[in-house]
């Protein structure tokens, strides 16, 4: 098996996030949910169904390090067929009693339904963001999640030939804690 620049350059950034984590960690909080809501890659928006996880580890008293992931998929329901777009980040969480609030970078890998100016078709490829992230916490560990994720998708795509992407998805959300 051959080794590229890409595997290099994500074992790297992988490494370097799990370096940053705080190895004294006073509590760590896990959290899961699944979000419905819209992707706009281009001019069409397109219904998402995405499951997300995070983890989050205290550096201060209201003060987290998260790494998340969020997977989106696009119904083949609509025109244009089926697609996917996973973006995972990293991020600094501020966290209260019943809630959080999280901003940070993402980096996403999609191959989704798209259409441009003049063309519509599927985009595929890599593209790096930013992520932001609300829990509300209504009763107990049971929650409602709103997400946001802006991509700029890019290369050499006949469709999108250089674009931005905005997915907003919202839905319940559950946290444990662990202390």
């Not at 350059?9 to 490494?15: D, P, Q, R």
């Amino acid at each position: 098996m051959r080794t590229t620049g890409r595997q290099i350059l994500s074992a790297t950034g992988l490494a370097l996030v799990l370096g940053a984590v705080p190895a004294q960690a006073d509590a760590s909080e896990l959290s899961a949910g699944i979000g419905l809501g819209w992707i706009q890659a281009g001019t069409a928006t397109r219904l998402a169904v995405s499951p997300h996880a995070g983890i989050s580890w205290r550096i201060k008293s209201n003060i987290l390090f998260h790494v998340h992931d969020l997977f989106s998929v696009v119904p083949s329901i609509q025109i244009g067929g089926a697609g996917v777009y996973n973006s995972a980040m990293v991020a600094l969480r501020c966290g209260w009693k019943n809630g959080d609030f999280s901003v940070g970078p993402s980096f996403a890998i999609y191959y989704m339904p798209a259409c441009g100016s003049a063309l519509c078709g599927h985009v595929a490829g890599m593209a790096a963001g930013a992520h932001a992230q609300t829990n509300a916490y209504v009763a107990g560990p049971l929650g409602v999640s709103v997400s946001a994720n802006v991509d700029w998708i890019g290369g050499s795509s006949l469709v999108l030939p250089g674009y931005v992407s905005v997915l907003v998805v919202a839905g319940p959300v559950l946290r444990w804690s662990v202390k």
